[in-house]
């Protein structure tokens, strides 16, 4: 099964800093992933899916790239409202696996 | 606006079995695929399993053995069996939606904490 893994596992950052969150799968996923945010005691909601394609209502300070197994999610100004945990996630083939976490909080 | 909300008892004793309901409003669950993800606590996301309108299933391969997911059409709900369960299971369990195959998860119930605890 393909495994996906997420780095940095956690980091803090100032509001107005670049963040980016890396998500490398052992095999290649063509562009077939998501990333999703997860704020404290909420249920995770989808920000970007096809790599690179933005939600409704998700701000623009959001972007996603990358194909087959290395992607990015970046955030170009960080806001007190990110403060969030962030998943990836495969979905081009069953198991739809998730990377592990990245834990983004405001230095 | 579709909406997804999951149901059944919070508290599970060891070595019996987790049974939840997924209740889907606003919309059919003709046509899309169902699945069960699962977070303990302070963990992270685990993919369950999945259904389709026709009943056919997938399951995550580190469950598989534990694992039934159902469907009813005719309720709109879809539904989980864990047994076996230990303490590890115990977890916030949510229900969830993708529109088609190769599709994210676009839609999630609430989420509802279940304990493994004698």
């Known amino acids: 099964d393909i495994q996906l893994t997420q780095s940095p596992s956690s980091l803090s950052a100032s509001v107005g800093d670049r963040v980016t969150i890396t998500c490398r799968a052992s095999?290649?996923?063509?562009?077939?992933l998501a990333w999703y945010q997860q704020k404290p005691g909420k249920v995770p909601e989808l920000l970007i899916s096809?790599?690179?394609t933005l939600q409704s209502g998700v701000p623009s300070r959001f972007s996603g790239s990358g194909s087959g197994t290395d992607f990015t999610l970046t955030l170009s100004s960080l806001q007190p409202e990110d403060v969030a945990t962030y998943y990836c996630?495969?979905?081009?083939?069953?198991?739809?696996?998730f990377g592990q976490g990245t834990k983004v909080e405001i230095k | 606006q579709v909406q997804l909300q999951e149901s059944g008892p919070g508290l599970v004793k060891p070595s019996e079995t987790l049974s939840l309901t997924c209740t889907v409003s606003?919309?059919?669950?003709?046509?899309?695929?169902w699945s069960w993800i699962r977070q303990p606590p302070g963990k992270g996301l685990e993919w369950i399993g999945y259904?389709?309108?026709?009943?056919?299933?997938y399951y995550n391969p580190a469950l598989k053995s534990r694992v039934t997911i159902s469907v009813d059409t005719s309720k709109n709900q879809f539904s989980l069996k864990l047994n076996s369960v230990t303490a590890t299971d115990t977890a916030v369990y949510y229900c969830?939606?993708?529109?088609?195959?190769?599709?994210?998860?676009?839609?999630w119930g609430q989420g509802t904490l279940v304990t493994v605890s004698s």
């Open positions: 969830a939606r993708s529109s088609a195959w190769a599709e994210p998860f676009d839609y």
């Open positions: 606003g919309g059919s669950i003709s046509s899309h695929y």
């Open positions: 259904i389709y309108h026709t009943g056919s299933t």
């Open positions: 095999q290649g996923i063509s562009f077939y």
């Open positions: 096809a790599a690179s």
């Open positions: 996630q495969k979905y081009n083939s069953a198991p739809w696996t």
